[in-house]
């Protein structure tokens, strides 16, 4: 049953924790190597007001979102976490159409070690598993997808599919399958939209990384009903 408190208190730690990280990350990630012509707003440029409101926004939606959703259940604190580090890189993605590496692997060893540790407390070990393996298929498919055409995935997607694959793993099956197809289907749809728009050129790298993370949200919120209606 969805928890209110658990998602009042996610929302607020999440949102304060984005508002302070956020701008802290931005001011000390290194910046990508760019190839010839290449060009992108500087990560410190971003480092500002603006930046830290809508990163505490993201997170505590998100994180309240899912918090309710969840309740106090073994995968919360990681939630938490991933939902703090995800609302910084679905703004950065948004306004440099990169990805760091450098916020996404940490973020790996956070979600990864406080799974490791809510199983070791809880004896959740079948979940624990089950993450293991949709990490690596998500990672799998994003890698597929990246060296079949690249100019429609980067490989920071890549990484951050693997991230999103284990902590919806760790929920189940359902939310798992739910959160990477709901990011193809907001991509894809609103992708459109957006180009049509003129919001993006049609040969420009396309951020994927926000519809990624929104599809993993959705994933959360309805993965396990339609798993159950699915199964009957």
């Known amino acids: 049953m969805p928890d209110l408190i658990a998602g009042v208190v996610a929302a607020v730690v999440c949102a304060v924790a984005a508002y302070l990280i956020g701008p802290w990350l931005l001011r000390r ?6 190839d010839e012509g290449q060009t992108k707003l500087l990560y410190a440029e ?3 007001p603006r930046a830290a ?11 309240g979102l899912v918090g309710w959703r969840i309740g106090f259940s073994g995968g919360y604190a990681a939630w938490i976490a991933l939902a703090v580090s995800g609302a910084v890189l679905g703004y950065i ?3 440099t159409r990169y ?9 790996y060893g956070v979600v990864s070690g406080v799974l490791v540790v809510t199983a070791a407390v809880t004896g959740e070990w079948g979940s624990l598993r089950r993450a293991a393996i949709a990490g690596l298929i998500g990672f799998g ?15 920071g997607d890549v990484r951050l599919s693997g991230l999103l694959a284990v902590a919806l793993g760790w929920l189940g099956w359902g939310e798992f399958v ?3 197809y709901g990011g193809f289907f907001l991509g894809a749809v609103l992708g459109i939209v957006l180009t049509v728009a003129k919001v993006f050129k049609r040969k ?7 519809f990624m993370l929104a599809g993993a949200v959705a994933g959360v919120l309805v993965g396990g009903p339609l798993e159950r209606l699915y199964l009957g």
Do not use: H, K, N
């Open 46 to 48: 971003l480092a500002t």
């Open 99 to 107: 990805l760091p590496s450098a916020i996404i692997w940490p973020t």
């Open 141 to 155: 498919v994003f890698y597929l997808l990246w060296f079949v055409f690249p100019r429609g995935v980067g490989f």
């Open 29 to 34: 990630i290194p910046e990508p190597i760019l």
């Open 53 to 63: 409101a809508w990163c505490a926004a993201l997170a505590g939606v998100a994180g």
């Open 204 to 210: 420009e790298m396309f951020p994927f990384g926000p």
């Open 93 to 95: 993605d948004a306004r």
């Open 178 to 180: 739910t959160g990477l």
